[in-house]
């Protein structure tokens, strides 16, 4: 399971303890990162499980791009900004 209780079949995870959750992390497919330093930098920005940065990564490298994450625009900032730490390609957007 991913953080805050997702299932494997909803792959996104979010932050809901407040409304208006309605930001999104996503992060985008690129080829000079291996699987395991974008898996790593996800458990370092999300929280999440190996398995859960594993199928993130997957999805990334498999359709281009993945929401990794819903919350609050301030927690999404955040989040993006740990992950383009080591340049991977995010995006912050409603």
């Known amino acids: 399971m991913c953080p805050q209780g997702r299932t494997l079949e909803s792959q996104e995870t979010q932050d809901t303890s407040q409304s208006g959750y309605q930001w999104r992390v996503v992060l985008f497919n690129c080829d000079c990162h291996t699987f395991d330093e974008v898996e790593r930098q996800l458990i370092k920005a999300i929280h999440c499980s190996l398995s859960c940065a594993r199928r993130f990564s997957w999805e990334v490298h498999s359709k281009g791009s993945a929401i990794v994450y819903r919350g609050h625009l301030e927690r ?10 080591i340049r991977l390609i995010v995006k912050v957007s409603q």
Do not use: F, K, N, R
């Open 76 to 85: 999404c900032e955040a989040v993006a900004g740990i992950l383009s730490d």
